[in-house]
């Protein structure tokens, strides 16, 4: 029902950043909560951030004080921006859509830390 795309992933060095969007499309009714998985091959997808239609946001340790999400309510868009890049941040970032049990996500974009 909710079609998620992501964009701006890539290949960047250590320290550097990257911000990644998401633009839903489709019937979106409120309250909802956007947020940000990841996944490395063989482990769990994680969350990474969320925030809520009152603009909650959650933020995993490991991504704190270097990650930010932020959402444009008109565009229908989530965004995540990620600086102090490292090695440990390498995945596939997913986009992900909630309303109660009705769930979305996104195909991923591959996010690559390395020199």
């Known amino acids: 029902q909710v079609q998620l795309v992501e964009s701006g992933g890539g290949l960047v060095q250590p320290g550097g950043s990257l911000r990644l969007s998401c633009v839903a499309s489709g019937r979106i009714f409120s309250p909802y909560t956007m947020a940000w998985y990841r996944q490395v091959p063989g482990k769990q997808r994680e969350l990474v951030t969320s925030i809520g239609s009152a603009g909650t946001i959650f933020y995993a340790d490991s991504v704190k004080g270097r990650f930010t999400i932020s959402r444009d309510i008109a565009k229908n868009s989530v965004y995540l921006q990620m600086n102090s890049l490292n090695a440990e941040d390498t995945a596939v970032y997913y986009c992900?859509?909630?309303?109660?049990?009705?769930?979305?996500w996104g195909q991923g974009t591959q996010v690559t830390v390395s020199s």
């Open positions: 992900n859509y909630r309303q109660y049990s009705l769930i979305s």
